[in-house]
């Protein structure tokens, strides 16, 4: 072959050039970078000096009956500093621990727009892994880098995620009550107040159910660890279904209705709770099984189409992927904080959408003001 003449082989130059432009200018290494270049990575602060962690701690606290913890990573960069959830609020204590003796010193000095490393890092230094009081010091600290990152870009964090997929983020309430007619009462004024998706929860007399609690007077000299609440599933399952025959009769089938069966039955009892709900439409039934009974779930699926929420224990993808690849369940219930942060919920998102499988992420009282405003950033994505 001949030699490329002059004119060729200027094209080809500008041709890489105008590349090299092109990369930088979106923000990503040209092919032909160098290594000194790569190695100029970590961002720098004001008045020169690479961004790092100085500081990491938990703080724990209890404004309501609730114990939230929340972990603060601050940087070189003075003021900027980000915040995360990670409440465990039965174990806050642990979380605390984990966070402050076993995080801090392996976080201190690194670069905290590597978050994704940090996350990977993070989750494998310990070993011994997977549990909800480590994934929980974990998520505080994935969601305070991301905090970071977004200060540090002057956007909100559903911007950096690809910007608004919907103007708002759809809630529900809790309606519970020791009757059926006081659930009525609460879902029209939680209705009247804007709200359009309820969850609902009515009394079992005699019996402490999930939502509401019977009191037991024999027990008042009885230490608080040795008091016992008694349950008994078969009553349950039979008023359940009363309740949502009730609702639909006095309030329509605008409002939208949920139910949480918090794992409380076996899981045959379950199957026929869930059946025998389908005719009212709930927008869904959530927890009808536990962890350790996931196998029910291909059951639950053959006998009804009641759409099904799972997820607030769960701590390693293992449990859900089988769940959502084999489209067993229609939302996914994921405790963010547990599950390990904002980079652990994204990728949750990302392999529900590919089965049609919707987030609802989990948002109780015993998740803090921190952890609820990562949901919105999410949900708004």
Same mark, same amino acid.
């Given at each position: 072959?001949?030699?490329?003449?002059?004119?060729?082989?200027?094209?080809?130059?500008?041709?890489?050039?105008?590349?090299?432009?092109?990369?930088?200018?979106?923000?990503?290494?040209?092919?032909?970078?160098?290594?000194?270049?790569?190695?100029?990575? *970590?961002?720098?602060?004001?008045?020169?000096?690479?961004?790092?962690?100085?500081?990491?701690?938990?703080? $724990?606290?209890?404004?309501?009956?609730?114990?939230?913890?929340?972990?603060?990573?601050?940087?070189?960069?003075?003021?900027?500093?980000?915040?995360?959830?990670?409440? #465990?609020?039965?174990?806050?204590?642990?979380?605390?621990?984990? $966070?402050?003796?076993?995080?801090?010193?392996?976080?201190?000095?690194?670069? &905290?727009?590597?978050?994704?490393?940090?996350?990977?890092?993070?989750?494998?230094?310990?070993?011994?892994?997977?549990?909800? %009081?480590?994934?929980?010091?974990?998520?505080?600290?994935?969601?305070?880098?991301?905090?970071?990152?977004?200060?540090?870009? /002057?956007?909100?964090? =559903?911007?950096? #995620?690809?910007?608004?997929?919907?103007?708002?983020?759809?809630?529900? $309430?809790?309606?519970?009550?020791?009757?059926?007619?006081?659930?009525?009462?609460?879902?029209?004024?939680?209705?009247?107040?804007? #709200? +359009?998706?309820?969850?609902?929860?009515?009394?079992?007399?005699?019996?402490?159910?999930?939502?509401?609690?019977?009191? +037991?007077?024999?027990?008042?000299?009885?230490?608080?660890?040795?008091?016992?609440?008694?349950?008994? &599933?078969? *009553?349950?399952? @039979?008023?359940?279904?009363?309740?949502?025959?009730?609702?639909?009769?006095?309030?329509? !089938? !605008?409002?939208?209705?949920?139910?949480?069966?918090?794992? @409380?039955?076996? *899981?045959?009892?379950?199957?026929?709770?869930?059946?025998?709900?389908?005719?009212?439409? &709930? =927008?869904?039934? !959530?927890?009808?099984?536990? *962890?350790?009974?996931?196998? =029910?779930?291909? %059951?639950?699926?053959?006998?009804?189409?009641?759409?099904?929420?799972?997820?607030?224990?769960?701590?390693?993808?293992?449990?859900?992927?089988?769940?959502?690849?084999?489209?067993?369940?229609?939302?996914?219930?994921?405790?963010?904080?547990?599950?390990?942060?904002?980079?652990?919920?994204?990728?949750?998102?990302?392999?529900? !959408?590919?089965?049609? $499988?919707?987030?609802?992420?989990? /948002?109780?009282?015993?998740?803090?003001?921190?952890?609820?405003?990562?949901? %919105?950033?999410?949900?708004?994505?």
């Amino acid at each position: 072959m001949s030699a490329p003449t002059r004119t060729e082989r200027q094209t080809a130059l500008d041709r890489r050039d105008w590349l090299k432009f092109a990369a930088a200018g979106l923000g990503f290494a040209s092919c032909g970078a160098s290594q000194s270049a790569l190695a100029q990575e *970590p961002p720098q602060v004001a008045g020169g000096g690479r961004l790092t962690i100085t500081d990491v701690r938990a703080i $724990v606290t209890q404004p309501s009956r609730s114990r939230l913890v929340v972990v603060k990573v601050q940087t070189s960069d003075p003021g900027l500093y980000g915040v995360g959830c990670a409440t #465990f609020t039965q174990r806050a204590r642990l979380v605390e621990a984990a $966070v402050n003796q076993y995080l801090r010193p392996f976080l201190l000095g690194k670069d &905290p727009t590597r978050i994704e490393d940090i996350a990977q890092s993070g989750f494998v230094s310990s070993y011994w892994r997977n549990g909800p %009081v480590l994934n929980n010091a974990l998520s505080g600290v994935d969601q305070a880098l991301w905090d970071i990152l977004g200060k540090r870009a /002057g956007l909100p964090l =559903y911007q950096l #995620f690809g910007g608004k997929a919907r103007d708002a983020v759809d809630t529900y $309430v809790h309606a519970s009550g020791e009757t059926i007619e006081d659930v009525q009462q609460a879902v029209a004024t939680h209705r009247s107040n804007g #709200f +359009r998706h309820v969850r609902v929860q009515v009394g079992v007399p005699g019996l402490s159910t999930y939502g509401a609690t019977a009191t +037991r007077r024999d027990q008042d000299d009885v230490p608080a660890n040795r008091r016992t609440q008694v349950w008994e &599933p078969a *009553p349950y399952v @039979r008023i359940v279904p009363r309740l949502f025959e009730h609702l639909r009769h006095k309030l329509g !089938e !605008e409002i939208e209705l949920l139910h949480d069966i918090h794992e @409380r039955t076996p *899981p045959i009892l379950a199957i026929q709770l869930v059946k025998s709900l389908e005719q009212y439409r &709930p =927008y869904f039934v !959530e927890d009808p099984f536990s *962890p350790e009974d996931v196998g =029910y779930f291909s %059951v639950l699926r053959q006998q009804t189409a009641t759409p099904i929420a799972m997820g607030e224990l769960f701590n390693n993808p293992n449990e859900w992927l089988p769940l959502v690849s084999g489209r067993l369940i229609d939302f996914i219930r994921c405790h963010v904080s547990q599950v390990g942060g904002i980079s652990a919920a994204r990728k949750i998102a990302a392999l529900c !959408e590919a089965f049609a $499988v919707r987030t609802a992420w989990h /948002g109780p009282g015993d998740t803090s003001p921190v952890g609820h405003a990562a949901h %919105v950033h999410l949900d708004l994505s």
